[in-house]
Structure formats: C-alpha cells, structure tokens
C-alpha cells in the first residue's frame, strides 16, 4: 500500500480513526505490507491505548509472529532458514559479509535465492551488491535466532555465546573491510569492549586524528570506566574529540585525567616507552589546545607562541593531523589580532598540508571554511563561494559534521553580504541539522547562534537578539564553574547588545556597551575586535549628536583596518555607516580607504535593507510637513541634535516627530524607517 492507501484501509475499512502520524509510522513500519497492517489493524481494534501499541509495534506482536513462522519460515527448507537467522543480525547483506558469519561459501546463490523468491529482502543499490531484509522480518527472525540453537553453527557455541559469535564475526569482518562504524556496532552487540578499544585505537592513529572525531568520542565514552583506563592513547584522543567540539572545559579536564592515567601506570619498560611517547603527544595536543584557548581569551601573543612551538614538536614527530592543526591555531590567532594577510597565509599552508596527509579532507575542510571568512570579509564573495563550495563537498563526502557545520554558518554570513536573506535564513536551519547535538557550550553552536542573532537584527529584531544576548549569559555560565567566558565570547554578546541598542535608538546605551569593551582589546592586541568596537562606538556617537568624537572612533577604526582591506565590516552596519564614512571623506579622513569604502557601498546601491518589507501604496495616516522634513534630513545620516540645528527647533521636539514617524512607518528604528520609506516612495531611493 501507498501512504494514502494504508489511510483509506486502517480508517476506511478497519474504522480506527488513526491521527495522520501513527498511520505514518505503522505504513514505516509495515513498509505498505499489507498483510502486516491488517494484523496491526485486527490487535488495535477495541483498544484503549492505540498510541502506545503502535510505538511498540514490532515483529515481536504475536499476531505477525503466528503469521510470518507459519507461512513464511516454517515452509523453508533448513539450509533457508539457518542462513535467514544466521543473517538476522546484520543491518546490511552482502554476499562476503553473510559468508563471514555463517562460515558458509554460497551466500550470493542463497541471496539471489531469496530475492526470486520474494523472501521479504529488499535491494540496497542498483547492483544488488548491498539487501537488508523487511523491518517486521527481521524483527522475527532475530526473536526466533536466540531460541534456535540448532540453527547456530556448531563452532559457535551455545545460544547466547552463538549469537555473541555471529557479532564478533561480523565485527571483524567490517573491521577488514574498513566500515568501522558497523564493525563498533556488533562489538557493543557482542559486549566486547576490548574489540571497540582496538578499533577505536586503530581509527586514531598518529596519522589519523580525522573526521571521526565525532564517532570516536562517542564511542569511547560507551566504554566501562576501568576499559577506558586501561587505553591511556584513547584518553588522549578523547579529550581532543572534546577539544575538536568545543567542549573547552571537559576537555581540559580529559586531558588532566590523561597524565593521572600515565603517571600511574606501573614502572617497566614497556610502560615507560609507552609514558614517554604519549606524554609527548599529550604536551602537543595539549598546546595546541591552550593555544586556541589564548585566541579566544584574546591572550594573542602566548597563543602565537605556544601554537608555534606545538607546531614545531609535531612536525618533528611526523603528525601531520597536528602540524595542521597547529597551523590552524596561528592562523585563528593571527585573525583575533586583525592581521587577515597573515591569517589567510596560514590557512592555505593548511590546505597545502592537506595534500601531504593520508586524512586530506578534514584538514583541507577546514581551511577552506577559515579562509572563506577572510575573503568575505575582504567582500571577494565570489572567492569565498567557491572556497566554501569545496569544504561543503569535503564535507558531506566524509561527514565531517562539525566543520560542516561552521561551514554552513560561514555560507549563512556569505548570502547575508550577497543579500539573500531567504537563502541566509535556509543555510543557518541546515547548520542547526548539521550540529551534533553538542549542546549550548560548544564552540560551534555559539558562532551559529551568533549568526542567528545578526540575522535576525538585520530583520529588523533586535529584542530577539538581546533575548539571546541573555540566555547565551546564563547557559555559558550555568555549570556553576566559576570559569569567565572567553573575552571573544563576552565581546560577541557585547557587541551584539550594542547593535541591538543602535537599531532601538538607545546610543547612548550602546556606548554605555562599548566603552568597557576598547581598553581591553587594545592592551591584549586584539586589534579585530578594536576596530569593530571603534565603528560600533562611532555610529553611537553620531547618534547622540557627537559628530568631532564619532569620526575621530573612525578614523581609529579605519587606520587599523586599512593595511589588512577590511571591507564587510563596514557594509554591514549599512546606511548609518555610508553616512558617516561620506562625513569623513568630506573632511579627508583617510580619503583612498574610505573612497573604496564608499565605491563598496555604492555597487551594493548603498543600501542593504535592513528589513524585507512589502511595498504599500500610501500610509494610513500621512506625513506631516515636518515630519517629512525630519525623515529626509534622517535619511541624510543626522543625528537628532543636526536635525534640531537645522530645522531651529528643540530636541525633543525632534525626538517626538522621530517617534511620530516610527508609528506611522510601522518601524522602531532609523534604518528601518528609512527602508520602508523609500518601499513606499515617501523618499527617493537614492542615498
């Protein structure tokens, strides 16, 4: 049956009354067998609890047991059925697969037996290399496998050893063939945590600190306690899995519990050879963590240092995953700093180390993401597009899913500077799809939200991004650690806060945001952050009517920014920006980097919409002659004081026209009173 045909039978014919989702999920469950739902519709009928009975519909209901043992397995020949139960335990069949398991030789005349015999098994490809058998079927025959004994082989043992056999056989087997997500799957079937330590210690190889970082942290953590212990290298790579996730803390905390483990490992040669390597790889992995942590703590010059000498060490142990990794680090430091030439640099060193690694795609990945940011930050889009389609590709090949993640939420910050919004909001679900569940600590998920919060200013809510602002506080801090947030964390939200503060017209606010910010920055070197502080305070203070002071902050910023070609960050802040950069021109304040600054602004009409707002021919109720007056001189980049010399009228009597205009716009700010305005022709679309 089809979707709706199994609707029309269960509520039709059988009278159920079904809600549209538990008919879903039993024509899932079922895969349309009609037969199957007719049994299912038979055991709901006159029950009280049909929800329930559905979530635990399986092949175990003694209705389908009666019908598939009678009808379908007892008619088998022996041969059938002992490959049928032997088989049961795997997901996905293929003929070597199936042989390993059984210890037979004609799994693929017994697969192509069952296919021309309609023996509930369903093709995977087109080949028909891969089949896996009904999802009611297997349920049986796996219930019918643990009380079979004589269908088990011989060499297997008894019947619950014989099936633990039959796990450890397809273990190895997928183990061989490379599929170490499968062969981890039947050695947690078969309880064999030793099995899942050997494979787990062979995907993390020297050379091989890769894309399973994800897979590999959830499959130590699965492991008993005195197992874990007893694979000091695995809790080394753990605590990097945690580090790689941005679990800053837990992971600091792995690797403190990793040296307690080397320490105590008892004196001999062995063990000492096995101390003195780890230890070596622990110091490295831990720099480099450190490393990043500096960056982030806006601790630049020890982060550089550090990172560099982490670098060094791996290189001289061949580790190349870590030399990358390292490299990363400098290049995360070198951007904190504003140095976005250097930084570029040593992201395509690290795409260049990719070349030379057996793990090329998580490391090129990365740099792709990394530099795609510098170069939509440079406005080249075009260049960031194509780096970002090929860390998307590496990606989704490899599952990569934490750099996927950040590269979807780069790709988001890209078509919000092309101004597609619509697709901006899109590629930040697909990044939350992405996410690994990781939680509100991550590193990940904070950049994410972050974005998530820029988008929604640039939709016009700020209230939503101060809400975040909040939550992001309490969640960052609710583990009762006493640990301060990384100053990049603290001056994210803070700058965030500001942004919001200006679209509500509270600069004064803003300021009040901001100032604390500067002088740190400044002492630590942090010179991104120092310039977009700068131009954040600038806007303030010419919204407050401090025009001398608002491009003196300018200046500030646009010195710093000038020798690296910072562009987006100032075709962000949007119309009040190309305002103020014209006051500077007028005045000669860095006239050639604020020309091409305005030459930016006006290939991009000068104007990026601060909100999507439909067109409407007239106002319900119109605009006084003052109130047009005010708009226009508003739309000029004038803060309320201008506006009040200009027109020779008090402030609040400007502040008061302000407000007039915003009801009547349907607006709460600047920006977006000047957009809705020109939407509806009540000013010229012209700057």
């Not at 982490?310 to 870590?322: Q, S, W």
């Not at 952050?529 to 303030?540: M, N, P």
């Not at 920006?671 to 020109?678: L, M, V």
Request: with cysteine.
């Amino acid at each position: 049956f089809t979707a709706e045909e199994a609707s029309a039978f269960l509520n039709g014919v059988m009278g159920l009354n079904l809600h549209p989702e538990d008919i879903a999920a039993l024509e899932a469950r079922t895969e349309g067998w009609i037969a199957g739902l007719h049994m299912a519709a038979l055991s709901m009928q006159g029950r009280q609890d049909v929800q329930a009975f559905v979530k635990a519909f399986t092949g175990s209901h003694h209705y389908i047991l009666e019908y598939l043992i009678e009808e379908v397995l007892s008619r088998q020949p022996e041969p059938v059925q002992r490959f049928l139960l032997q088989t049961s335990i795997l997901d996905r069949l293929c003929a070597p697969l199936c042989d390993a398991v059984t210890g037979g030789r004609d799994s693929a005349d017994m697969l192509e037996r069952l296919r021309r015999d309609n023996l509930f098994i369903i093709p995977l490809d087109d080949e028909r290399h891969w089949h896996r058998y009904h999802h009611l079927f297997g349920d049986l025959l796996r219930k019918r496998l643990g009380q079979s004994p004589s269908f088990i082989p011989p060499a297997c043992g008894g019947d619950r050893e014989g099936v633990i056999e039959l796990h450890r056989r397809a273990s190895r087997w997928h183990e061989e063939n490379g599929l170490l997500e499968q062969a981890v799957t039947h050695a947690r079937a078969a309880g064999d945590y030793e099995r899942i330590a050997g494979i787990a210690e062979q995907a993390t190889g020297a050379s091989q600190l890769d894309a399973r970082l994800t897979a590999l942290l959830r499959w130590v953590e699965a492991l008993p306690k005195d197992v874990q212990r007893a694979h000091p290298r695995l809790q080394i790579y753990r605590a990097w899995a945690l580090f790689m996730n941005g679990h800053l803390e837990a992971a600091q905390q792995a690797l403190g519990e990793c040296r307690q483990v080397l320490e105590s490992l008892p004196p001999s040669p062995e063990n000492d050879a096995l101390r003195h390597a780890l230890t070596r790889l622990l110091d490295t992995i831990d720099m480099i963590a450190r490393g990043f942590m500096c960056s982030l703590d806006h601790k630049i010059e020890e982060a550089i240092r550090v990172c560099s000498q982490a670098r060094d060490v791996a290189l001289e142990d061949g580790h190349v995953f870590l030399v990358a990794q390292a490299t990363e680090g400098l290049a995360l430091a070198h951007y904190h700093q504003g140095r976005l030439r250097a930084s570029a640099q040593f992201c395509q060193q690290v795409i260049d180390l990719a070349a030379q690694s057996t793990v090329q795609a998580p490391l090129a990945a990365a740099g792709y993401v990394e530099l795609a940011g510098i170069h939509t930050e440079w406005n080249d889009l075009d260049a960031a597009t194509g780096l970002l389609n090929k860390a998307l590709a590496l990606c989704r090949e490899w599952g990569i899913v934490q750099t996927l993640n950040e590269a979807y939420t780069a790709q988001s910050r890209l078509l919000q500077a092309k101004g597609d919004i619509t697709s901006a909001w899109k590629v930040l679900g697909k990044a939350r799809e992405a996410s690994s569940t990781e939680g509100d600590h991550s590193m990940v998920n904070f950049r994410l939200a972050a974005q998530q919060a820029h988008l929604n200013l640039q939709a016009g809510e700020p209230d939503k991004a101060m809400r975040w602002v909040e939550e992001a506080k309490v969640a960052l801090t609710s583990d009762g650690s006493g640990v301060p947030l990384p100053a990049a964390f603290v001056e994210t939200l803070q700058t965030t806060l500001a942004r919001a503060y200006l679209a509500q017209d509270r600069a004064k606010e803003a300021l009040a945001v901001l100032e604390p910010l500067l002088a740190p920055a400044q002492a630590a070197g942090g010179f991104l952050r120092v310039i977009e502080i700068c131009a954040l305070k600038a806007l303030a203070l010419h919204a407050v009517g401090d025009t001398p002071a608002a491009l003196a902050a300018l200046e500030r910023s646009l010195t710093l920014a000038e020798p690296e070609g910072y562009v987006r960050m100032y075709l962000n802040e949007g119309l009040p920006m190309a305002h103020l950069l014209r006051k500077a021109a007028s005045r000669n304040t860095g006239s050639n980097y604020v020309g091409k600054l305005l030459a930016s602004f006006e290939s991009e009409k000068a104007c990026p919409s601060a909100l999507p707002l439909p067109c409407s021919s007239a106002l319900l109720e119109p605009l006084t002659p003052r109130e047009l007056d005010v708009l226009h001189l508003i739309s000029q980049g004038l803060s309320n004081q201008e506006i009040a010399e200009r027109l020779v009228i008090a402030l609040n009597t400007v502040k008061r026209h302000t407000s007039s205009i915003y009801s009547k716009l349907g607006v709460k700010s600047r920006t977006q009173a000047i957009t809705r305005a020109r939407e509806m022709s009540v000013i010229p679309l012209t700057c």
